[in-house]
């Protein structure tokens, strides 16, 4: 089963600077990877799908880049709404099903 | 618009079996390439994917539960109905459904979850 390993586990930040979050897989997906927003509460919001195209009505601040087994979401500036947890996911072959990294929680700093 | 809704007790005990219901409107899942996930996530922790059923009835689960789960619909009421048996607290949290169009290969629309507390 391939397991996805999101690093930091959390990233301090100020309002206005460039987040990059990092998300490694155990063994090539391809370009299958998605990456969603969860606030406090709230149900995740898909952000990213096929690692580098913007779900709809995402903002251009959000992007994604990578294949095979890294990938990387960047958020150009972050807007104080952005401060959140995300999470990466992975669609295998075989056996076929689907998975989650662990986090990465976004704090204001 | 599409939207999804999750279902069922909030409160099980040790041994019972599960079932939760997800109730959708927007699409049809007899549609080609729409599937219909389940999700869930403890307190404090990741998600966890637990199954996908697709419109051609086709059945996925996670490999460390799929003895445990049983994923099935109803296209005329448009639901999509989980079990999960011999339930234990470690499967206490929050239940997803959520939409998935097969060509993107990520869940798009979610429902607001539905907590579910495991004790005696």
């Known amino acids: 089963e391939i397991v996805l390993t999101q690093s930091p586990a959390t990233l301090s930040l100020s309002p206005g600077e460039r987040a990059t979050l990092s998300c490694r897989a155990s063994?090539?997906?391809?370009?299958?990877l998605a990456w969603y927003q969860q606030k406090p509460g709230q149900a995740p919001r898909l952000l990213i799908y096929?690692?580098?195209n913007r779900a709809t009505g995402i903002p251009a601040r959000f992007s994604g880049s990578g294949s095979g087994t890294d990938f990387t979401l960047t958020i150009s500036s972050l807007e104080p709404e952005d401060f959140a947890v995300y999470y990466c996911?992975?669609?295998?072959?075989?056996?076929?099903?689907?998975?989650f990294g662990q986090g990465t929680k976004l704090e204001i700093k | 618009q599409v939207t999804l809704r999750e279902s069922g007790p909030a409160l099980v005990k040790p041994t019972q079996t599960l079932t939760l219901t997800c109730t959708f409107s927007?699409?049809?899942?007899?549609?080609?390439?729409?599937?219909v996930s389940w999700i869930r996530q403890p307190p404090g922790k990741a998600l966890e994917w637990l199954a996908l059923?697709?419109?051609?009835?086709?059945?996925y689960y996670s490999t460390s539960l799929k003895t445990r789960l049983t994923i099935s619909k109803d296209t005329s009421k448009n639901q999509v109905v989980l079990t999960m048996t011999n339930m234990d607290p470690v499967d206490t949290a929050t239940y997803y459904c959520?939409?998935?169009?097969?060509?993107?290969?990520?869940?798009?629309?979610w429902g607001q979850g539905t907590m579910v507390t495991v004790s005696s």
């Open positions: 959520a939409r998935m169009v097969l060509v993107t290969h990520a869940f798009d629309i």
């Open positions: 927007g699409f049809s899942l007899s549609t080609s390439g729409m599937c």
């Open positions: 059923i697709d419109w051609d009835d086709d059945k």
């Open positions: 063994q090539s997906v391809s370009s299958y």
């Open positions: 096929d690692a580098s």
């Open positions: 996911q992975q669609r295998s072959n075989w056996p076929p099903g689907y998975t």
